[in-house]
Structure formats: structure tokens, C-alpha cells
């Protein structure tokens, strides 16, 4: 079941993945990150967070948050930064670059994907990454991104056949032999990393640790979560929920509310926000159809509880995101044709 409640929370804020860069690199070298309101317009128009990814299929590298303490990266594994932070990978864990220029991302969004980077002159390769984007919407609720670190790095401990090992292969071929389709190809391949990157990142959770991804592990939260993400529109209780959860109304609202972090009630008026933001920005449903959808008997009574949870009305959220991605969408075509490097 947990499971069911991470694949629901995805498709719900649309994640969406991007591959941009390939880089080979001879020492010394190092590359920044973009900012992400550079990247987040040619990902997911209208979306309001961007991941950064670094897969290492050869070499070594290090990875560093500005300001952060840099962390060693191996051939066979990827590091992820959950926020995308200004970050530098780099061949000593003390170098610094600046980040690339708007005309430089602009030539590498119109080219083939991914964009080759490369670092070597006349020397051995010392390093490749294969680096790119995932985009997804922080708001108005997404507890997975507020369950994650900035950093995660994660290697495939079981060799070559698990999923990291498979991802890097397929990468490294998809990157060498530029078929028709590879953008497409490496787009979904990173989703799925990134799947595997967070169901990894549970895994080593420790057992006092709280948060949303601490609740999926838990057997009876997972059970919990996964009912009210199948059916928002069920007119769920805590008795209910504890009741198809295997726990006493009691223990099931204290360890909700200890490991997730909100009584289960409340989650559930959040993650029924989420699912209506996400109809109304795709625009196919009126507001009372909405409010039918995720249990509120009345538009009006959907249309109250919307505004005192996000601040404003539901028709006011559907313009505004509108509105923004009609805005990124122009201003990306408007820099496309830009000065080149």
C-alpha cells in the first residue's frame, strides 16, 4: 500500500523529468547549477519546483551545496538534490565555477538532448556524468518534498543488476548512440530513478524517524494513507481509517500524528486540496464538479474550505495558474534565438 500512496502523490503533482547535460570532464574541472527559474519553464510550464540529478557512470567527483561540505561521488552512483540548491560538482571538493549563461542553457534546451559538456583537452577522461531535472508542484501540498533531505546520494549495494546499475547502462547507451527517441527515452528513465532513489532512501530510514516516507513504511499509516489517496471523496473518520487500518481509533491518530505530522483528518483536507488544485489547473472540470469529486456535498462548501486552506478561491487559483504558465511559456519562447556563447 505504500506504494499506492507514493505513485498517487506523483502523478498528482505531475512530476516530470528532464535530461539537459553530458559531461566529460578531465581534472581539474567543475560546473554550477542553473538557477531553477532558468530550467523549470522548458521542464513543466506553470510547476514550482525543480530536483537536480547527477548520475556517475565513470570516474569520481564530488558534489557540494554552496557552503556545504562537499560529498565524494562515485562511478555506479547518483546524488540527487531535492531542492536543487546551488550546487557544484567539481573534481576537488573546493573548487568553485559560475553558473552557465541564459544563451548557454537556450542552445542546449534547442539542441539534441542531452547537451554534450566537455572538460577534456588533451588528457585521460577522469569523469562523466550523465546530469538532469525533474520538475514537480510544491503547492499547496506536497508532503513528500517536506519529508526529504537537500541531498541524497544513493549506489546500487546489490552490483549491477539492481535499478541503478540498469539506469546508468541504458543511459550510457542512449547518450553514446543518439537514437531517434533518446530525449524521450532518458526522460522516463530518470522518473523512474528518481522512484527507486526515494524508495532506497526509505529504506535506510531510521526506526525513530518521522515524516511523511516514515509513514509509508509503517504498515498501519502506510494502510492509512493509501485509503484516503484511493478514495478522497469517501466520507472517511478516524474510527474508519483506524478500523481498516488494524489499530484502535487512539493509536491511530497519535501515531499519524507523531510520524506524519498533522492529525489524519487534516491530511486528509490537504491531500483533498491537492488533487483539486491539480483539476483546476488542468482545466477540464468545473468548481462543483471538483467539490463532488473530492467529497464536498455543496460548491459552495468546497469553495469556503479552499480559500481558508490555500487563501484564495478556487477560481482565483485556476486563473493564476493560468496565468503563470502562459507567462514562463512566453518568456522561453521570447529568449529562444538569444546571443550564443
Known amino acids: 500500500m505504500a506504494g499506492d500512496a507514493l505513485s498517487d502523490l506523483l502523478k498528482t503533482v505531475r512530476l516530470t523529468g528532464a535530461t539537459f547535460f553530458d559531461i566529460e570532464a578531465q581534472d581539474p574541472w567543475a560546473i554550477r547549477s542553473p538557477a531553477p527559474s532558468s530550467i523549470l519553464p522548458r521542464i513543466l510550464p506553470g510547476a514550482d519546483h525543480l530536483i537536480s540529478y547527477h548520475v556517475v557512470t565513470d570516474g569520481r567527483c564530488f558534489a557540494r551545496i554552496i557552503g556545504k561540505e562537499a560529498i565524494p561521488v562515485e562511478a555506479g552512483e547518483v546524488v ?8 557544484i560538482m567539481s573534481s576537488t571538493p573546493d573548487l568553485g565555477a559560475d553558473p552557465p549563461t541564459a544563451d548557454v542553457l537556450e542552445i542546449a534546451a534547442a539542441g539534441q538532448q542531452p547537451f554534450p559538456i566537455n572538460f577534456v583537452k588533451d588528457g585521460a577522461l577522469s569523469a562523466r556524468l550523465v546530469c538532469g531535472y525533474l520538475a514537480c508542484h510544491a503547492l499547496p501540498f506536497n508532503p513528500l518534498l517536506e519529508a526529504l533531505p537537500p541531498v541524497i546520494k544513493a549506489g546500487d549495494a546489490r552490483g549491477d543488476g539492481g535499478w541503478l546499475g540498469q539506469f546508468i547502462r541504458l543511459a550510457v ?17 530518470s522518473e523512474l530513478m528518481f522512484v527507486d532513489v526515494l524508495r532506497r532512501y526509505v529504506e535506510s530510514l531510521p526506526p525513530q524517524q518521522a515524516g511523511w516516507l516514515a509513514g509509508l513504511r509503517d504498515p498501519h499509516l502506510s494502510k492509512a494513507l493509501a485509503l484516503m ?17 488494524a ?22 483536507a490537504k491531500w483533498r486540496m491537492q488533487i483539486a488544485s491539480e483539476l483546476l489547473g488542468a482545466g477540464g472540470s468545473n468548481v462543483a464538479s471538483i467539490a463532488a469529486q473530492i467529497g464536498y456535498e455543496s460548491e459552495a462548501a468546497f469553495s ?8 484564495v478561491p478556487p477560481s482565483a487559483w485556476r486563473v493564476g495558474v493560468r496565468a503563470a504558465a502562459g507567462s514562463e511559456s512566453k518568456d522561453a519562447s521570447e529568449t529562444e534565438g538569444g546571443p550564443s556563447v
Open 80 to 87: 540527487v538534490f531535492t531542492n536543487s540548491d546551488p550546487h
Open 173 to 189: 547507451a542512449e547518450v553514446a548512440e543518439k537514437r531517434a527517441g533518446s530525449e524521450t527515452v532518458l526522460t522516463k528513465l
Open 229 to 245: 489517496h484511493d478514495h478522497p471523496a469517501h466520507n472517511w473518520t478516524v474510527e474508519a481509517l483506524a478500523k481498516e487500518s
Open 247 to 268: 489499530l484502535s481509533r487512539t493509536v491511530l491518530a497519535e501515531r499519524f500524528n507523531k510520524i506524519v505530522g498533522m492529525p489524519p483528518m487534516h491530511y486528509l
Open 304 to 311: 469556503r474550505a479552499f480559500k481558508k486552506m490555500i487563501g
